[in-house]
């Protein structure tokens, strides 16, 4: 939580230490209490502390707002906020996040053999948050070394499709090598796919937002193509059918959380925390994380110092791919075992990930915050919404969209937030000393 | 600075003397090997492409040796990719030829460039003002919707043209309060407006239309019919939609009021220098403002012709404009921030487009594979074939006002 936001920060002027204020006393830290009336006098230094004092503000009062303004959509559209109110709690009861009400149901029950709604609904989530998990840490890793990747989709599909590929091919292998080779494959393949960006970024200053949004749709048509009539991973059985071959059991991830091929919370969510891990340490206590961030914080001054930026641009597309095309592998071999023609135009996970590590503030901890939100917005709003509900899916999953918008557009803004955060106080105090004292302006 | 009458005087010789020049010639020549062995002129004896092709090549050649190393080895491989292509050619058989390239091919790039060109000329206006705009796509998208919406309930074209501009602008609107006086990270910022537009088409579509794809009855943009359609240019030209002769006299316009008036040397002083700008007397916030708004107008109006234009006849489906916002901006990009170059580079994507789809007679099982061929191109021409490319100085960089 000690670093800023996304590192692309509007280009201040000079930012001088956060002094506190004369005549307010002392004030040792400022993170106790942003807009406690320490306030410096230039724009820059105000918001440089707001930046370190809104750590967990911005995020929070972000998803306050775009959940708000979501739910005004709603109410609006019809004409009703108890409606609105009503279609938020399905979403909840969706997600299975009621299942804390009662946890010490399975997903199956071994009497009767009915599904409990909760528990199925809350492992879905889950599988929903593995990927974000990763495809969320693919973009926060090039936001820290200043790079907007906004290919983790296409990464995604090249790491979907090398998962299926060699899941499929060697099915004499025993399990673990068969698992292992395969999440290597698409890892390293997610890493190529996004290293090409990297490469172009490094040496001919492509810009990588347009470079991996071309990417994407490469590997979109790729995949079409692969996996399609007469492609050359389409299903062998059954020739007319626009699908790949299911992976091979000994390339499938364990269920530990309800039934292997019913779509059960398998062990990638493990592989998922790992990542999570592996990026907290990459960045935090490595030598190539301390390059990237240096590079991310300021180019200029990191090449002064003799870090290459070059190397570092691609080094930071490459493990960012290599983040996006593992949740490829954790999907395919986890639950989805094949893919069809037609989930390419809906899966929409890369994108996902970008409001994910917006929101996250690019970091770990965030990161997984995030990522089980949209997870349970995700899984919420689309199949584990109840047909019955006031809201239909078709519609609630529309709504994802529009909050996912919200938070990426507010946690660009971080200045508006913390406005609206510190109003309350501002506003008593303004009545508290109401001649003296001047209000702060956002811009 | 050279004035026109200067340039009069002397028009060619300085240019000749350019060694660029030779280059462009060898590139120029490089397509046209592979242009003689396709109709109309159809040449099916090989020796005329390689030898169109081998002038290219040496043009370049001579080029590089000039010194002007990126443009002329981008002629030498104009060249020798004028021979493949020129082969490849001669070994297909006439009747696939016929049907892949005919004159429609030349009304269909056009169509397919319509959309980008408006939306390219609106990121040339937002990004000379010294604004990102990523956001284009999702203007697109709301002007793709909410025309279509307009067009229905308002019973004529025209309403739909209105309502679409106004939806884009008032998004456009969003982004430039972010990212203007909020200074919100551009391309961050750009990235939730696409996701907002996403989903707002999305959900109204959903609720008004209830996720049918066709609206029968919506009345169409229409087309200029001028030409019988029988003859060369009659079927190249003679039935181009209203919107795509507007999208010529925009791509004039836009040079003449960026480079011509004073207005768009304020709006370009914006861009380069906003400091500077303000210092004498020019509202940097306003010019950005109004540059950014009109950019949403004009996405707006490109993604209307995806829904109500000649070939759409009434059509929205989730997220229709399938990045042809982001293709726009490699487009503004690749065309040097320049309005004749943003439209070549929307007019090759047009072509490239339109020739995937009709590739499909040489093999339907790769016709996805095709349809890579436009993006392969515009990264291709993103990672700069053709040459560096130079954006506005304070582009994308917030100003703060003193």
């Known amino acids: ?443 | 600075m050279t004035t026109w009458a200067a340039r009069l005087e002397n028009p060619i010789s300085s240019r000749l003397r350019d060694p660029a020049a030779t280059g462009y010639a060898g590139i120029f020549l490089g397509a046209f090997a592979a242009f003689l062995a396709i109709p109309p002129i159809e040449a099916r004896a090989i020796y005329w492409s390689i030898f169109v092709g081998l002038v290219a090549a040496i043009l370049g050649v001579w080029t590089v040796s000039r010194g002007r190393r990126r443009i002329g080895w981008g002629a030498v491989a104009a060249g020798l990719l004028g021979i493949g292509l020129g082969i490849l050619a001669t070994r297909s058989s006439v009747g696939n030829l016929n049907a892949a390239f005919d004159a429609t091919l030349i009304a269909q790039s056009l169509g397919v460039a319509t959309p980008l060109v408006f939306a390219a000329m609106g990121g040339i206006f937002s990004e000379r003002s010294g604004v990102v705009n990523i956001g284009l796509e999702g203007m697109m998208l709301m002007g793709a919707f909410w025309g279509l919406y307009g067009a229905d309930k308002g019973g004529t074209w025209v309403v739909g043209l209105l309502v679409a501009a106004a939806a884009g602008g008032l998004l456009a609107l969003v982004y430039a309060f972010f990212a203007i006086h909020l200074r919100a990270d551009q391309i961050v910022g750009g990235t939730g407006v696409n996701f907002l537009a996403l989903g707002i088409t999305g959900y109204f579509f959903v609720q008004l239309y209830n996720n049918a794809p066709v609206q029968n009855g919506v009345p169409l943009i229409p087309n200029v019919n001028f030409l019988s359609g029988s003859h060369f240019f009659g079927a190249a030209i003679g039935g181009l939609s209203i919107l795509t002769w507007a999208s010529f006299a925009l791509v004039i316009l836009t040079f003449i009021v960026l480079f011509k008036t004073p207005l768009g040397l304020r709006i370009r002083a914006c861009g380069e220098h906003p400091r500077a700008a303000d210092t004498v007397g020019i509202d940097v916030y306003a010019i950005r403002y109004g540059c950014v708004v009109l950019s949403g107008i004009l996405a707006a109006l490109g993604g209307i012709y995806l829904s109500i234009g000649p070939q759409a006849n009434g059509t929205f489906i989730f997220n229709i404009t399938a990045g042809k916002g982001f293709i726009a901006l490699a487009a503004v990009i690749f065309g040097n921030w320049r309005p004749a170059g943003a439209f070549a580079a929307a007019l090759l994507f047009g072509f490239s487009s339109a020739l995937a789809l009709r590739l499909q007679v040489y093999s339907p099982q790769a016709s996805a594979l095709f349809q890579v061929l436009p993006y392969v191109l515009t990264l291709v021409a993103v990672a700069g074939v053709i040459g560096r490319t130079e954006a506005p100085a304070a582009d994308g960089k917030p100003y703060a006002k003193q």
């Open chain 1, 1 to 443: 939580m000690t670093e800023p936001g996304p590192p692309p920060e509007p280009e201040q002027s000079p930012k001088p230490p956060p002094a506190p204020e004369p005549g307010q006393g002392p004030k040792p830290h400022p993170a106790t209490g942003p807009g406690q009336g320490t306030e410096p006098g230039t724009f820059a230094a105000r918001f440089d502390m707001k930046q370190r004092a809104g750590g967990i503000a911005v995020p929070i009062v972000t998803v306050l707002i775009a959940f708000f303004m979501g739910g005004v959509v709603v109410a609006a559209t019809q004409h009703s906020v108890h409606k609105a109110l009503l279609a938020y709690r399905d979403i909840f009861n969706g997600a299975g996040l009621n299942w804390i009400f009662h946890p010490t149901t399975t997903i199956l029950d071994p009497t009767t053999h009915l599904t409990h709604l909760p528990s199925y609904n809350l492992s879905q989530t889950l599988l929903q948050t593995t990927t974000l998990i990763l495809t969320g840490l693919a973009v926060a890793f090039a936001f820290r070394a200043g790079l907007f990747n906004i290919g983790g989709q296409g990464q995604y599909f090249v790491g979907i499709i090398v998962a299926n590929w060699v899941g499929v091919s060697f099915a004499t292998m025993s399990t673990a090598p068969h698992i292992v080779l395969a999440v290597v494959a698409a890892t390293l393949a997610g890493a190529a796919w996004a290293g090409i960006a990297g490469v172009l970024k490094a040496t001919v200053g492509a810009h990588e937002v347009i470079s991996t949004i071309m990417l994407n749709w490469i590997a979109f048509y790729v995949g079409y193509w692969i996996f399609g009539d007469g492609g050359p991973l389409q299903n062998s059985t059954e020739p007319f059918v626009p699908v790949s071959n299911d992976v091979a059991h000994s390339a499938q991830l364990p269920v530990f959380w309800g039934a292997q091929g019913f779509q059960g919370l398998d062990i990638g969510i493990f592989i998922a925390l790992g990542a999570l891990a592996t990026f907290w340490v990459l960045l935090n206590r490595t030598t190539l994380g301390y390059e990237v961030r240096a590079v991310g914080f300021n180019p200029d001054a990191a090449a002064y110092g003799g870090i290459s930026v070059k190397k570092n641009i691609i080094r930071a597309m490459a493990i960012s791919g290599a983040f996006a095309g593992l949740a490829g592998a954790v999907d395919m071999l986890g639950y989805l075992y094949h893919y069809a023609q037609g989930d390419f135009a809906f899966s929409q996970v890369g994108f996902l990930g970008i409001a994910v590590a917006l929101l996250g503030r690019n970091t770990a901890l965030g990161t997984l915050l995030s990522a089980l939100l949209f997870g349970a917005l995700l899984f919420g709003t689309t199949h584990g919404l109840n047909s019955g509900s006031v809201i239909q899916p078709t519609l609630a999953s529309n709504l994802t969209y529009i909050i996912m918008g919200l938070v990426v557009l507010f946690a660009g803004a971080n200045v508006l937030v913390l406005y609206v955060w510190n109003a309350p106080r501002r506003w008593l105090r303004r009545r508290a000393k109401a001649p003296t004292d001047t209000a702060e302006q956002p811009a």
